[in-house]
Each structure stands twice: as C-alpha cells, then as structure tokens.
C-alpha cells in the first residue's frame, strides 16, 4: 500500500466511498488515494506532476493487483479538462508558503489561492451528485469570522459544502510548524521565521486556517456547513458524511412532525448535579456537542417512531436534534 502520512489519513478518513463510475485523486503521490478509492470505483484518474510519484502509483497499483488506475502527469486539473467524477480527492501542496522548495508543500500559488482553485476546479469536474474531499489552507483575515475566505470560495460552485477546520494558527505559530527542519540551526530558523511571518502579513492576514472542504454537487438552494475537528479522534467519516449532506435536504423544515432515530452511537457526558452536559459522536468525526441533561434525554429515546412532537421535545431538544441531523448522527425517518 502506498504512504498513509497523518494527512493522508485525514484525508481518507473524510472521503465519501459511494460506487462510482469515475473517481479522480489530483496530486496522488504514492497513489493512495487513488488505490482506496480504486475499491469502489470502476475507474480512477491519477494525477501528479511528478513522474516518480506517478511511477511509484502504478507499481502500488500493481503490487495491490488493482488494473483500474489510471496515472496521468500534469498539473492539478488540466490533465482532465472536460472530463466529470462522481469523487473527487484532492491532498495537493495547500500550504500558505513564501517559498518553492518542496513539491508535497509548496504549489507556487500566491498566499491561499491554490486551494481556491481546487475548490473551483472540483466543483466543475463533478458530476450531478458527486462528493469532492479536498484539503487545504486558507488565510484568516478576521479573527471572528476565520473561515470567511473558504466560505466564500464555496459559494456559487452549485455544490453544498462542509467545512471543517482542523487547525488554526497565528503567523508565528504556522511558521514554526513549516519550517522545525531547521530548529537545530537557530540563524536559518530565525531567517525563515522572519520570511514566512512577513508573508502572511504582506497578504493582510491575521492568521492561517487549514482543514478539509467537503462538496456535493446538488442542483437547487445549496448549503454551507461549518465544523471544527479533531484529526487524532477522526474515525472513517464515510457513511456519516454521507447521511449528513443527504439530511439537508430534509432537515430544512420544522422538525417537530419528523420521525427521528440515532444513526449512529452515541455518548453521553455529564457532570453530576449540573445543568451541563455534553453529547459525544462515537464514530466519524468524534464532534462533542454541549446541551442540556434533558436535551440528551430525548435524543436517547429517539425511536424513529414518535415524532418529536409525540416525544415532548422542548425548544433545545428540538436544537439538539437539528444539530445531530446537520452532523449526519441521526435521520429522519419517512
Ligand atoms: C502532500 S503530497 C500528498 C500525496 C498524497 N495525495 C497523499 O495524500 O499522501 C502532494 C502531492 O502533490 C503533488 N503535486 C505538487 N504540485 C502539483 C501540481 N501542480 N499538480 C498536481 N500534483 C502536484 C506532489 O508531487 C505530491 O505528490
């Protein structure tokens, strides 16, 4: 199998795995996202500048006896223009760097641009239905409003979009976590310190954010969702990304006459004697939702039977449901 680095591991953790006639992985590296999504699609398009990276796809290819990928050399998109996929992956170079030294970190666009032109191009290489699982970083211009950047680069993609922070740091702290290869060496580690925080600051920014943008192309109102994560709790996300794109649909309307079940397990935090507590996704993306003991209790008797009208729900139990559906953690039932 080809390298399953901590990003690539986020990355596959957060990929829809419908069945898929094409599936498309742009900057593929060893390959691996190709050679996972090659399990439910019957083709798949690789891409990568770099012929080794490509070379070492097609022998992971070969050594996992998968024949339906295909390696293509070029750059992000353009190998497949006027082509559509029911998935699209995408760990490409996303970093916010003043530099070009490295082909995994460095794609040569100014500041955050490069991950809006993945979120671009993605949107219109999908097709009617099609998910897309791109990760990339985005410049914090106002600290209130962090992922206002990639909020807007969503919108009017014809897609509805999740996205999901993963990290947050200030100029200073970005550029450390970029350049530790030289900690040892203080006068190179100061220079690029002082190089990649002036960077971020000539670009107007207060801070960089990185994460995952999720989309699925759906025609009609679309929606933008945004979450923060933890990347050393994620467990595979699939069937609840899934089931939470596909509960904006419905979720929309008033909820009280909805029939509602748990769609997946669930924990329960509380502090004795308390009004706090908190609800736990077991599975997926782990997120933790603080309410109220009562809240909690009507989501555990939630039987996807009585509806929440039948079952009592106050205004937060009715909250806390909505935010359990926009999460994919439960589903309506008809
Ligand atoms: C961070 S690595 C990720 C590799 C793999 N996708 C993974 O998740 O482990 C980024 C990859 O993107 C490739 N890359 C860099 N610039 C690119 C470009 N302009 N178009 C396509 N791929 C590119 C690099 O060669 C490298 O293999």
Request: overall charge negative.
């Amino acid at each position: 199998m080809a390298t399953y680095t901590p990003t690539a591991r986020t990355c596959d953790l957060l990929t829809p795995r419908p069945r898929v006639a094409r599936a498309l992985d742009v900057g593929t590296g060893s390959g691996i996202h190709a050679l996972l999504a090659a399990r439910h699609a019957k083709h798949v398009v690789a891409i990568d500048v770099n012929d080794r990276a490509l070379a070492y796809t097609a022998l992971n290819a070969g050594l996992n006896a998968i024949d339906n990928v295909e390696c293509r050399n070029g750059s992000f998109f353009d190998p497949v223009e006027g082509e559509t996929f029911g998935l699209i992956v995408c760990n490409a170079p996303f970093v916010v760097s003043p530099e070009q030294r490295w082909a995994y970190r460095d794609s040569g666009f100014r500041g955050d641009d490069v991950t809006a032109h993945v979120v671009h191009e993605a949107a219109s290489h999908l097709s009617k239905g099609g998910y897309a699982t791109l990760l990339g970083s985005w410049l914090i211009v106002n600290e209130d409003t962090p992922e206002e950047r990639p909020a807007d680069w969503v919108k009017k993609t014809g897609c509805d979009a999740w996205i999901l922070t993963s990290i947050e740091s200030d100029p200073l702290e970005h550029a450390a976590s970029w350049n530790g290869s030289f900690f040892a060496d203080s006068g190179t580690y100061a220079e690029a310190l002082e190089t990649w925080t002036k960077y971020i600051g000539e670009l107007g920014a207060r801070g960089v954010g990185e994460g995952a943008i999720l989309l699925h192309k759906r025609a009609g109102r679309n929606s933008l969702r945004i979450d923060e994560i933890d990347e050393d709790s994620l467990e595979d996300a699939d069937a609840q990304i899934r089931r939470a794109f596909a509960n904006r649909r419905v979720a929309s309307n008033g909820l009280l006459d909805a029939k509602i079940a748990r769609a997946m397990p669930l924990r329960v935090e509380r502090e004795l004697g308390r009004k706090k507590a908190e609800i736990v996704l077991g599975d997926g993306t782990c997120s933790i939702l603080p309410t109220t003991p009562e809240a909690i209790e009507l989501v555990e008797r939630l039987d996807g039977k009585k509806t929440l009208r039948k079952l009592g729900a106050d205004k937060r139990a009715v909250k806390l449901c909505r935010e359990l559906l926009g999460l994919g953690a439960l589903k309506i039932l008809d």
